[in-house]
């Protein structure tokens, strides 16, 4: 069976300093991971994914991930944030056998204060 | 342009009735997905299609149906059996290959009144 843990249910910063939101994820077998990001009453935007190649993976608006298998690991991370980063981010794992839908960690508010 | 597109973005029905939610995508990807997401909670898979004419379960497909006649559309059905049928519904859709991504439409809100 795979999880996914977001550590934080709620994440508060100040428009310009870094972002960290945290993920760990358990798995018995080498997991394909991603970041998505969902705006108000939005879908889901997908920021970035890791596919077994490089550990830090860099997505789309300035994110980043590094893939860490002994931590089991795989924190998001922005170093500047901007106001438009406010929103809901999700870490999420995939089986990449068999069945190949997403297991969901249950989300992580980004606030990002003027 | 290419994309998912969930219709209509918010409906509202009365306790009792069904109620089919629309998924398009013009990606020509194989795999579709339906997911429900409640307030403060991650997504959780309602049914998937890996084929044309073919779907399995998901981890609470109970009072849900669906249907793929047609690789580009995945409706799904939410029933009277469905005991609290309220929540944001989303649709995906992927290729087939072990490295697929999921692209999500935009949500539909199905409120049951």
């Known amino acids: 069976a795979q999880s996914v843990t977001q550590l934080d249910s709620h994440v508060s910063v100040s428009e310009g300093t870094p972002v960290l939101l945290r993920c760990n994820y358990s798995?018995?077998?080498?997991?394909?991971l991603f970041w998505y990001v969902q705006h108000p009453n939005k879908g889901l935007q997908l920021l970035l994914k890791?596919?077994?190649?490089?550990?830090l993976v860099k997505g789309i608006n300035g994110f980043e991930a590094e893939f860490k298998k002994s931590e089991t690991s795989f924190h998001l991370t922005k170093p500047s944030a901007h106001m438009s980063d406010a929103a809901e981010y999700f870490c999420?794992?995939?089986?990449?056998?068999?069945?190949?839908?997403?297991?969901f960690g249950s989300g992580t508010r980004l606030q990002v204060q003027p | 342009d290419g994309g998912i597109t969930q219709s209509p973005k918010y409906l509202f029905r009365k306790e009792g009735q069904n109620v089919t939610l629309s998924c398009e995508q013009n990606?020509?990807?194989?795999?579709m997905y339906w997911y429900r997401q409640d307030p403060g909670q991650g997504l959780r898979l309602i049914y998937y299609?890996?084929?044309?004419?073919?779907?399995q379960k998901g981890d609470i497909a109970e009072g849900y149906s669906v249907s793929r006649e047609k690789k580009e559309s995945f409706p799904l059905t939410v029933t009277s059996a469905q005991k609290n049928p309220t929540a944001f519904y989303l649709c995906?859709?992927?290729?087939?290959?072990?490295?697929?991504?999921?692209?999500f439409g935009p949500g539909t809100r199905l409120t049951v009144l």
């Open positions: 999420v794992v995939r089986k990449d056998t068999g069945r190949r839908a997403l297991t």
């Open positions: 890791y596919t077994s190649a490089a550990t």
């Open positions: 995906a859709s992927s290729m087939a290959g072990v490295t697929d991504t999921q692209y």
């Open positions: 798995s018995s077998y080498s997991p394909s």
């Open positions: 990606l020509n990807h194989d795999a």
């Open positions: 299609s890996q084929i044309v004419n073919d779907f």
